[in-house]
């Protein structure tokens, strides 16, 4: 018997599943709590269904976790010290007509000793809608991240610069590693010095969350164009009350 081509599309909002005319959408995105292990806590996560379609879901958990420095995802109960295994959902399956918003409830409790520190709450789409002639599904996922100390610790490599050309503006590039026991949020800016030391600009980069032992390659472009000369490039990122700074040289043509 022929099978058909199945697809599963994950979204950890805010991003959102589209489906032609409209988007699912599932708020608060993230959530970032602190506490200590037994502790319990109850979330309530809204899910909109902007679409023109009818859509039913499943309620599951997963613990989020790194390997190899990449962000995986785990069945409940399949790791020690799971998070996931504690979830208690109010509804284990909801349906949710076109336009309508559903809430449905999550407690989860931090069991003694977990070395895991994220928990994702997946909304998992049991309908299928065609996208083209591929039959799919859309799931999404709500974000909670657990700090139990001030482990924190952010390390940067040096950076790597692209220099400004014809067709790009300057930009840099660093390997950026959680090598703490807690999640972290790292906000960081690029700032631009001159042969004489005195500023040029400044450019933000985009903040990036980061589990522990999650690692990511962290950077951006500066806005402006660059006059011919020698620049210091600074970059300093800002996580949780601390901060890190890198520096590199660069001339201009």
Same mark, same amino acid.
């Given at each position: ?11 950890? !909002? ?10 699912? &959408? ?6 970032? $709590?602190?506490? #200590? ?32 420095? =990449? ?7 399949? $790791? ?11 509804? =284990?399956?909801?349906?949710?007509? %076109?336009?309508?918003? !559903? %809430? ?20 998992? #789409?049991?309908?299928?809608?065609? &996208? ?15 700090? $139990? ?9 040096? $950076? ?10 300057? &930009? ?30 400044? &450019?933000?980069? !985009? ?5 522990? #032992?999650? !690692? ?31 520096? %590199? ?5």
């Amino acid at each position: 018997m022929r099978k058909s081509l199945f697809l599963t599309l994950l979204f950890l !909002a805010p991003m959102a599943a589209r489906a032609d005319d409209g988007a699912l &959408s599932l708020s608060p995105a993230v959530v970032m $709590l602190r506490g #200590g292990y037994g502790q319990s806590t109850t979330q309530t996560l809204t899910l909109t269904n902007g679409t023109s379609r009818d859509f039913a879901f499943d309620l599951v958990a997963q613990d989020v976790v790194s390997s190899g420095g =990449k962000r995986t995802f785990a069945e409940a109960g399949s $790791l020690a010290g799971s998070i996931a295994a504690t979830a208690v959902f109010s509804q =284990k399956h909801v349906e949710i007509p %076109a336009g309508r918003t !559903a %809430a449905v409830t999550m407690t989860v409790t931090l069991p003694p000793g977990t070395a895991q520190r994220a928990v994702v709450a997946l909304f998992r #789409g049991t309908n299928r809608v065609m &996208s083209g002639n591929v039959p799919m599904t859309a799931s999404l996922g709500g974000l909670l991240t657990f700090a $139990l100390s001030d482990d924190v610790e952010l390390q940067a490599a040096p $950076l790597t610069v692209h220099p400004q050309s014809a067709s790009a503006n300057l &930009s840099v590039v660093q390997a950026c590693t959680n090598a703490g026991r807690e999640p972290l949020v790292a906000r960081g800016v690029l700032a631009v010095l001159d042969a004489q030391g005195s500023l040029v600009g400044k &450019s933000p980069i !985009a903040q990036h969350r980061l589990l522990p #032992g999650e !690692a990511a390659d962290l950077g951006g472009e500066y806005a402006g164009e660059l006059a011919p000369g020698h620049y210091r490039l600074f970059v300093t990122y800002d996580y949780e009350g601390r901060s890190l700074t890198r520096s %590199a040289e660069v001339d201009v043509q």
